[in-house]
């Protein structure tokens, strides 16, 4: 009996190796897929929530006309600080949602939480006070970011004033 039962232990042991290993790889990968999604998740919802709050910060100041089509008609010195400012906190936005969410081959998913910030990038572009802004607001920023945007851009509201030099090597 104990020659039948090392038989046993041999076959057994021939079986979890062929179908428990290959199983429990596959399931390792699929685990850290499904963790990896959960993180693209997470971050996706942090630059989302990012976004809200600077809509608040627009909210705040309703005097800018930052959420109508029709711009500040002569604008005081102050108004165009303030606005200035706000714009900076959204070319920072969109550089960081373009750094952490963009990628030139995107699943379908991925895709589709982009096309929600070129969406953004597209009406913000609309806007001549943020249009002519450009220039200034893309001092130092990440090329690649620089050349999307300046693309976008001009697709929505034509040629943009001059990138001084500096502003292209940064």
């Known amino acids: 009996m104990s020659e039948e039962w090392h038989d046993w232990w041999e076959v057994a042991s021939f079986v979890v190796t062929t179908l428990?290993?290959?199983f429990a790889i596959l399931f390792f990968a699929w685990e850290q897929r499904k963790e990896r999604d959960n993180e693209d998740e997470e971050?996706?919802?942090?630059?989302?929530?990012?976004?809200?709050?600077?809509?608040?910060?627009?909210?705040?100041?309703?005097?800018?006309?930052?959420?109508?089509?029709?711009?500040?008609?002569?604008?005081?010195?102050?108004?165009?600080?303030?606005?200035l400012v706000i714009?900076?906190?959204l070319i920072s936005l969109f550089e960081r949602a373009y750094l952490v969410a963009y990628k030139?081959?995107?699943s379908e998913t991925e895709a589709r939480r982009w096309n929600s910030?070129?969406?953004?990038?597209?009406?913000?572009?609309t806007r001549k006070d943020f249009h002519h802004a450009l220039p200034l607001l893309l001092h130092g920023e990440d090329p690649e970011f620089r050349e999307y945007i300046v693309r976008i851009a001009e697709e929505e509201g034509g040629p943009i004033p001059d990138i001084p030099a500096a502003a292209q090597a940064a």
């Open 20 to 22: 428990g290993l290959p």
């Open 43 to 83: 971050g996706y919802q942090l630059l989302s929530n990012a976004y809200n709050d600077f809509l608040k910060v627009v909210l705040a100041h309703p005097d800018l006309h930052l959420r109508s089509q029709d711009p500040l008609v002569d604008p005081s010195s102050e108004q165009r600080e303030r606005m």
């Open 87 to 89: 714009f900076d906190m």
């Open 104 to 106: 030139p081959k995107m």
């Open 117 to 125: 910030w070129d969406d953004y990038m597209r009406e913000w572009c």
